[in-house]
């Protein structure tokens, strides 16, 4: 079900990304899509890796008899959500920007778009050492883990609703300013 989201969100952003980059005249189309398949594939194998007969990755978080397999790939998905999401609304935002300021106010994308990808990582791991570290440490069974797993969730959640909100106040603002352009126009005998 997680997977279902991801591939929506990542649909989404890349129609977004299409739209932004053929207002400023840079069309890729090939390499856009063909990024997104990538990641699509490598999110994918990851996820379905013990079904596809690789134990690499289910191995490597076997530690002490338990297994954080699971755990880490609901937290990757909520992470992937997030950073889709993030850039879902930081896209529509450069859209807004260049209708309002026009093709001079266009800047470097991928800055910032690292610094979002970076940001999420750093939450992400860093969520996952600590939480596999403590429950280490602490000598937590699997249902005390899970508790800390559906934590995560709960800030991915937070996160989630936050550019959530964060994108329905900048689409509002947006259609209102729509709007009152349309009636200046229409007033001067335009439309």
């Known amino acids: 079900m997680g ?8 649909f989404c952003f890349t129609c977004l990304k299409y739209a932004h980059d053929n207002i400023l005249g840079i069309v890729k189309t090939w390499r856009l899509l063909f990024s997104q398949l990538l990641v ?8 379905f890796s013990p079904e596809l007969g690789s134990r690499y990755f289910w191995n490597a ?3 002490n008899r338990v297994v954080f397999f699971e755990w880490v ?6 992470g992937v959500m997030i950073l889709f999401d993030a850039l879902l609304v930081l896209y529509f935002a450069r859209i807004v920007r260049l209708y309002r300021c026009g093709l001079a106010s266009a800047r470097p ?3 910032v778009d690292l610094a979002v990808f970076t940001f999420v990582a750093v939450l992400c791991c860093g969520y996952l050492y600590e939480s596999i570290t403590s429950s280490l440490r602490l000598g937590f069974n699997m249902d005390q883990y899970n508790w800390i797993g559906r934590f995560f969730i709960q800030i991915s959640n937070f996160f989630y609703i936050a550019l959530e909100i964060g994108g329905a106040v900048l689409a509002w603002l947006f259609l209102k300013h729509l709007l009152r352009d349309k009636s200046l126009r229409s007033d001067r005998g335009i439309l």
Do not use: E, G, K, M
Not at 3 to 10: A, E, G, P, T, Y
């Open 61 to 63: 978080l076997y530690i």
């Open 109 to 111: 994308t991928l800055p």
């Open 73 to 78: 790939v609901r937290v990757t998905l909520c």
């Open 3 to 10: 997977l279902f989201w991801v591939i929506v969100q990542q």
């Open 40 to 47: 699509l594939v490598i999110l994918s194998a990851f996820i």
